[in-house]
């Protein structure tokens, strides 16, 4: 019977979503009220407490008085719409004690999907913003009665019910039902035969379908973690049994998943968030994303063929490896391009997001009847639309509650001006020095990262340290992006890097390896984000020449870092191979109008010079 409640509760998510965003949502507090109600009471019974334990019966009691009062504080904002939008109402008793429990049921929800981290950042976001009189210095505020936070948080639009909860129960909501139906309908199939038959015959060639598939994958997925869990119980057992080392299979795979929350088109998901808070259009912070993306992708397949040859690792013997036919298949392909489609048609229409997702998604169930009339079965069918939709509905529950937690820290951080203050006091350490804001913020986006998924990772971030980064002349979007960048790679970043960790148990091996094999695969993250700085036309802006010298540099640093960090011999003697790549990367790194042509040109020299100390390397198995 829970099975079934809890998939109802999930269907119905995904019908009210699909809904939603077929007819355009609701007024803007009812659709993130009822919303939140269902992920909520989803998020209580795909996470039951003391399940398996011998005090369920207490964990039962607790989750019904949860779910009831999440859901009579979101009918109570329902019912009280037009109110609290127009008179502002004060906070009563019964609105405290309906915030209270609101809270305390979006915040336990986190606790029991993702760990205590994010939760307690909230909760020290809260007691901040009711006991900050009591700090002394700058960090200390005038402070605020519960009263005044219960009337910010609850009764009106700029706490829960504010633009990140907004985003999730429409934008976020459409593409998480997006890219599960195009997986239940084939497409997760499709890509990993694609996957292994782009990568399989190549040298590493198995690490390299862990990276093409796990990037697909993690391109419509929300979490580096959940695809390493996922796409890595294929992929690192593979790798395993083809004789790759335990921590290097680990690895590749994390850092793969990784790779997927920086790639439009969903950027797990903080795509959507960061149009939102910069008021510019999605398809924009699309189009800065994807130079950056793709040499993330080229430097990673380019360590691994670096390790793959000095280490003789096997390919993916060809019998294992589906036909081309197959893969091509009208039934296997018509669907997706349908899919991607609908989507690009309804973005270039003009219409909202969640609309375009829908053209989307109602292209795909089109083109997936069209292609399996009278080869599937129809109860087959209708059987995997509904767990794609039930699926998606259990997908957008750590989203949901995740970015209304969030929603409430922001409100606090403004409320308490917490976020100006320590933007000031980056810039005020840093002086007028970018470079030296760009490398305190990177190195506090690394630790404010650690543990949390994507989405709440850059929002956390871009309320704290984006600000600080604007403040010395910065432009908004490449702050957006370069404080994303390094909390979307906190999850290989040790010591909590969590990827990591899911890579290394299915892997069986220790953690600290894997996590040196994942920063060395991943080095080029670690720079991106400072190309961006130096490098206008990395976003795709500054012109046809900036563009270019972008690109170019890129090249450079996605050929030179992988072959300082993989030991690539060039020249015979490693002191002098080093020290050449170094001399190589820091021309390429020196924003003027020809150094990317020369560090090109350098790098293309001792290449060239190198053949013969390749080749000998490669003979001698080394």
């Known amino acids: 019977m829970s099975v079934r409640i809890r998939d109802g509760f999930a269907l119905l998510v995904g019908i009210f979503v699909f809904y939603t965003?077929?007819?355009?949502?609701?007024?803007?507090?009812?659709?993130?009220?009822?919303?939140?109600?269902?992920?909520?009471?989803?998020?209580?019974?795909?996470?039951?407490?003391?399940?398996?334990?011998?005090?369920?019966k207490l964990g039962l009691v607790v989750d019904l008085v949860l779910a009831a009062v999440t859901v009579g504080a979101c009918a109570y904002i329902v019912v009280n719409y037009d109110e609290i939008m127009?008179?502002?109402?004060?906070?009563?008793?019964?609105?405290?004690?309906?915030?209270?429990?609101?809270?305390?049921?979006?915040?336990?929800?986190?606790?029991?999907?993702?760990?205590?981290?994010?939760?307690?950042?909230?909760?020290?976001?809260?007691?901040?913003?009711?006991?900050?009189?009591?700090?002394?210095?700058?960090?200390?505020?005038?402070?605020?009665?519960?009263e005044f936070v219960t009337e910010t948080i609850f009764l009106g639009d700029?706490?829960?019910w504010g633009m990140l909860t907004g985003v999730a129960a429409t934008v976020i909501a459409a593409f998480v039902l997006f890219g599960a139906l195009l997986l239940h309908t084939g497409g997760g199939?499709?890509?990993?035969?694609?996957?292994?038959?782009?990568?399989?015959?190549?040298?590493?060639?198995?690490?390299?379908?862990?990276?093409i598939s796990?990037?697909?994958?993690?391109?419509?997925?929300?979490?580096?973690?959940?695809?390493?869990?996922?796409?890595?119980?294929f992929t690192i057992p593979m790798m395993r049994r083809l004789g790759y080392p335990a921590p290097l299979a680990a690895a590749v795979e994390a850092v793969a998943s990784t790779g997927g929350q920086i790639a439009p088109p969903i950027m797990g998901a903080a795509a959507f968030v960061m149009a939102e808070i910069l008021g510019i259009a999605y398809v924009d912070v699309m189009i800065a994303a994807i130079i950056p993306a793709i040499l993330f992708y080229l430097s990673v397949f380019v360590t691994v063929h670096i390790v793959a040859t000095r280490r003789n690792l096997s390919l993916v013997p060809e019998d294992e490896l589906p036909a081309w036919s197959e893969i091509l298949a009208l039934r296997k392909v018509l669907p997706i391009i349908a899919a991607l489609g609908g989507l690009a048609i309804g973005i270039f229409m003009g219409r909202s997001v969640a609309t375009s997702a829908f053209y989307g998604m109602a292209a795909l169930l089109v083109a997936f009847v069209l292609t399996s009339a009278g080869q599937i079965p129809v109860a087959e069918m209708a059987k995997r639309v509904l767990?794609?939709?039930?699926?998606?509905?259990?997908?957008?529950?750590?989203?949901g509650v995740l970015l209304a937690g969030a929603q409430i820290l922001v409100s606090m951080i403004n409320m308490t001006g917490i976020g100006?203050?320590?933007?000031s006091m980056?810039?005020?350490?840093?002086g007028d020095s970018t470079v030296l804001v760009a490398v305190i913020v990177g190195l506090v986006c690394l630790i404010m990262g650690m543990g949390l998924p994507t989405t709440a990772a850059y929002v956390l971030v871009a309320a704290v340290l984006a600000p600080a980064m604007t403040a010395v002349g910065i432009e908004p979007l490449t702050a957006h992006l370069f404080v994303f960048y390094f909390a979307t790679i906190s999850v290989i970043t040790p010591p909590v890097c969590v990827a990591v960790f899911v890579g290394a148990g299915i892997a069986q091996t220790n953690w600290l390896p894997a996590a040196f094999e994942a920063v060395r695969l991943g080095a080029l993250t670690y720079v991106v984000p400072f190309m961006l700085l130096l490098y206008p036309g990395m976003t795709g802006g500054g012109g046809v020449m900036a563009v270019t010298n972008a690109i170019l540099s890129g090249l450079v640093l996605v050929v030179a870092i992988p072959a300082l960090l993989g030991g690539q011999p060039l020249l015979g003697r490693v002191w002098l191979d080093r020290g050449m790549l170094v001399i190589v990367i820091a021309i390429a790194l020196w924003p003027a109008f020809l150094t990317p042509v020369i560090a090109a040109g350098l790098l293309g020299g001792l290449l060239f010079w190198g053949r013969d100390a390749r080749r000998a390397a490669m003979e001698g198995g080394q």
Request: hydrophobic share 55%.
């Open 86 to 146: 127009t008179t502002l109402p004060w906070a009563t008793r019964l609105d405290m004690a309906l915030t209270v429990g609101l809270v305390v049921t979006v915040l336990e929800v986190g606790r029991r999907a993702v760990g205590a981290i994010f939760p307690a950042l909230v909760i020290a976001g809260l007691l901040y913003a009711l006991l900050g009189k009591y700090i002394p210095g700058s960090l200390g505020h005038r402070g605020f009665d519960v």
């Open 158 to 160: 700029l706490g829960i």
């Open 426 to 430: 980056i810039v005020a350490i840093a």
């Open 21 to 56: 965003a077929a007819t355009g949502p609701f007024e803007s507090l009812v659709q993130r009220a009822v919303f939140l109600a269902l992920v909520a009471c989803l998020g209580l019974c795909l996470y039951p407490l003391g399940k398996d334990t011998n005090w369920r």
């Open 214 to 233: 796990s990037g697909l994958f993690g391109m419509i997925s929300g979490s580096a973690v959940a695809n390493v869990a996922t796409t890595g119980n």
């Open 420 to 423: 100006v203050t320590l933007s």
């Open 189 to 211: 199939q499709s890509f990993m035969d694609l996957a292994m038959r782009l990568g399989g015959r190549q040298k590493g060639g198995a690490a390299k379908i862990a990276i």
């Open 387 to 399: 767990d794609g939709v039930i699926d998606a509905g259990k997908g957008m529950v750590i989203i």
